[in-house]
């Protein structure tokens, strides 16, 4: 079973001039979101979606993409975004999935974007 995880859980502090996040900004008919969820939805390869949104937005993303035509079955899975940002994020969101499939479980630590991790699984494994 594969499993993807959208993080749609910024502020958009890039678009100051905005009363929405980017993510939920409509373009071409469609919010920002949608055109991220849609390949996801789309792919052969994935199998169920954990979005991460404020709740406030749920509701919203789940129409926004019935509306566009695509199939949201596979958004299976909703997690709250976290105050620390994107790793804190992918974290609840791994949490949702493996509570699912686990039960109750604690995923301590998720690297961040820009760690390298080949080099620090390596050290790792060295010792």
Do not use: W
Not at 33 to 49: C, G, W
Request: charge should be neutral.
């Amino acid at each position: 079973m594969n499993y993807a995880i959208l993080l749609a859980g910024g502020t958009g502090r890039r678009i100051p001039s905005t009363k929405v996040p980017k993510q939920f900004v409509r373009a071409g008919g469609k919010m920002m979101v949608t055109y991220a969820l849609e390949p996801l939805l789309k792919s052969k390869h994935v199998d169920r979606i954990c979005v991460v949104a404020e709740h406030e937005f749920r509701d919203l993303i789940y129409a926004d993409a019935e509306q566009a035509g695509l199939d949201v079955k596979k958004i299976s899975y909703y997690a709250i975004p976290a105050n620390s940002g994107r790793q804190g994020s992918v974290l609840n969101a791994m949490q949702e999935i493996l509570r699912d499939i686990c039960g109750e479980v604690d995923v301590e630590q998720v690297p961040d974007g820009d760690a390298d991790l080949g080099t620090s699984h390596r050290s790792k494994s060295n010792h």
